[in-house]
């Protein structure tokens, strides 16, 4: 007895509504470490996305628990933060915010789709920092 092929049709994933997604979540992630200045002196990727980088490499690694990445990148923020470990409350709502809707993202997408959303908000969050940072230099230039 034969068996009848069964074909699946997939929707394509709609990278549209996702790349708006995204810039929600870096705008909450850029919006937080306005507000965190890091140990380090340096542009490196490292020290311009500090605890953000940390937290999108637990989310890299499989961690899906809200709660505690909130604690690990709380955690993170008091041991590389050289102004103190004081998170304004706009600055939890926005890693908060930011890190649900990173969650609920990437519950959504396709595994294939995963580390591409990750790494996108990664690219954002690094270029949305180093952008401030250059307006900062070219406003303090012109008051000089």
Known sequence: MKRPLIVVQRQPYDWEVAKQQIGEITGHFAAYLDN???KRKTSSEHAVLGPVGKLL???????RNLEALLG???????????????????????LSAGADALL???????????????AQVDD???YL????EQERCLAASKIA
Do not use: Q, W
């Not at 955690?75 to 409350?89: F, G, I, Q």
């Not at 920092?129 to 401030?132: G, L, Q, S």
């Open 36 to 38: 965190f200045r890091s």
């Open 57 to 63: 490499n637990k989310v890299t690694g499989g961690e």
């Open 72 to 94: 690990y990148t709380m955690r993170v923020h008091d041991e590389m933060s050289n102004v103190s470990s004081y998170l304004a409350p706009a600055g939890m709502e926005h």
């Open 104 to 118: 609920t993202l990437l519950d959504e997408a396709p595994l294939s789709a995963r580390d591409r959303i990750i």
């Open 124 to 126: 954002g969050v690094y």
């Open 129 to 132: 920092r180093r952008k401030t």
